[in-house]
């Protein structure tokens, strides 16, 4: 069974530190998909990022990044120079692709960052 | 107009009520999901359908029940809500093809039980 974990229930940072985002997840298949969402207060869920098991290469996107390491199994989330703006919940998923849990979404609790002035 | 429309966006009901929150997509995906927020609990898996005929249980299906009437529509119905259902409600789509691509969400329906 597919099980995603976000230790993390809530971060607080003052504006333009960095904030770390730790998803540790656990899967039977070889072949799996893993996501990152971004939930504003405004409530929508925002699609930040999404990964193969096959590409451990990590991401890099503005101020945000991503480190994969299949090792331990974790997908964490980096976000540089934080600002107000980056205040919400923050969501990582996990979609198995090799069983019949294929196309289903596993999701963690997520994490609420709060980026003060 | 939002590609993953749900409808109603909020809605107060009473105990043994019938409820059903609905849901269109334009976005051509077969892949439809219904999801429900907790606090502190994430998103957690209600039905999923990856066709019209194809109607599959999640992870907290009981008290709920599902109907895929076209590719575009997909209905959530709660045949007689219980106060622990006050939630957040989400619709979402997905891509068809080999890959799993990512969900796509409406703007959510916030239904309170009393």
């Known amino acids: 069974a597919q099980k995603v974990t976000q230790a993390q229930t809530e971060i607080s940072v003052v504006e333009k530190e960095d904030v770390t985002l730790d998803c540790v997840y656990e899967?039977?298949?070889?072949?799996?998909?893993l996501f990152w969402y971004k939930q504003p207060p405004s409530g929508e869920l925002v699609f930040l990022i999404r990964r193969n098991s096959f590409d451990e290469q990590n991401e890099i996107s503005g101020r945000y990044s991503w480190n994969f390491q299949k090792s331990t199994s974790s997908f964490n989330f980096t976000i540089t120079a934080s600002q107000v703006v980056d205040s919400a919940v923050y969501f990582c998923a996990l979609s198995e692709a090799g069983t019949d849990s294929w196309g289903k979404f596993q999701f963690g609790a997520g994490t609420q960052v709060v980026v003060t002035p | 107009d939002a590609d993953v429309t749900q409808t109603p966006r909020n809605r107060i009901t009473k105990t043994g009520k019938r409820i059903m929150l609905e849901c269109s997509q334009t976005k051509g995906h077969d892949r439809m999901y219904w999801y429900r927020q907790d606090p502190g609990l994430g998103l957690r898996l209600i039905y999923y359908?990856?066709?019209?005929?194809?109607?599959n249980k999640g992870e907290i299906s009981d008290g709920y029940s599902v109907s895929r009437q076209a590719q575009a529509k997909f209905s959530l119905s709660l045949e007689s809500a219980i106060p622990n259902q006050t939630a957040l409600y989400f619709c979402?789509?997905?891509?068809?093809?080999?890959?799993?691509?990512?969900?796509?969400f409406g703007e959510g329906s916030r239904l309170t039980v009393l």
């Open positions: 979402a789509t997905s891509p068809t093809g080999k890959s799993v691509g990512e969900l796509f």
């Open positions: 899967t039977r298949d070889t072949t799996y998909y």
């Open positions: 359908s990856f066709d019209v005929k194809d109607i």
